[in-house]
């Protein structure tokens, strides 16, 4: 019942932060769920690879430097990483058996957002053909990657399976 909770916290905090969230933020959404994490923990965890590397973004005025954002769905992983861990997973099983095609899936879902995007704005996109040939490029660029969270979500219960008849 919990994790039926913690899914729709995580889709409210993914929907409020589509542009992503920096580390504090993470670091709060993270104890107000009651999961204890550091700044330091949490850079350790993107160092190992277990979490996605920031995007740096410029902030809005003259001069104000830029911020890392990392994906919202990076509180998801911080808590699935734990969960795991109370498991007794370790942090090597974590990255070879759970998470090791997370973050690329992520990656890739965003990449081809962001070209998909600058493909709709382009003036050509006026053209009918050529618009709805994008939107079909969307379409199967999300079937893409339901398929591939499909894929990694049964090699984690495998996975899991056989951790429990050990």
């Excluded at 919202?72 to 109370?86: D, K, W």
């Excluded at 600058?118 to 996109?125: C, K, M, V, Y």
């Excluded at 990657?145 to 899991?160: C, F, G, H, P, S």
Aim: charged share 35%; net charge positive.
């Amino acid at each position: 019942m919990r994790q039926l909770a913690n899914d729709g916290k995580h889709e409210e905090i993914e929907l409020t932060h589509p542009d992503g969230m920096s580390v504090q933020q993470i670091v709060d959404a993270c104890a107000a769920s009651g999961e204890k994490l550091t700044e330091a923990t949490f850079r350790k965890y993107v160092q190992l690879g277990l979490l996605p590397r920031s995007v740096r973004v410029g902030k809005k005025g003259k001069h104000r430097g830029s911020q890392g954002l990392y994906p919202a769905s990076t509180v998801r992983q911080v808590q699935l990483i734990r969960r795991l861990m109370g498991q007794g997973f370790t942090i090597e099983e974590i990255q070879t058996r759970f998470l090791f095609v997370r973050g690329d899936i992520e990656a890739l879902e965003r990449e081809v957002d962001r070209m998909l995007s600058q493909l709709e704005r382009a003036p050509e996109t006026a053209d009918a053909l050529i618009r709805r040939e994008v939107e079909e490029a969307r379409r199967l660029s999300a079937l893409l990657v339901e398929k591939l969270r499909d894929i990694e979500r049964r090699m984690n219960v495998q996975a899991r399976m056989e951790r429990a008849a050990v």
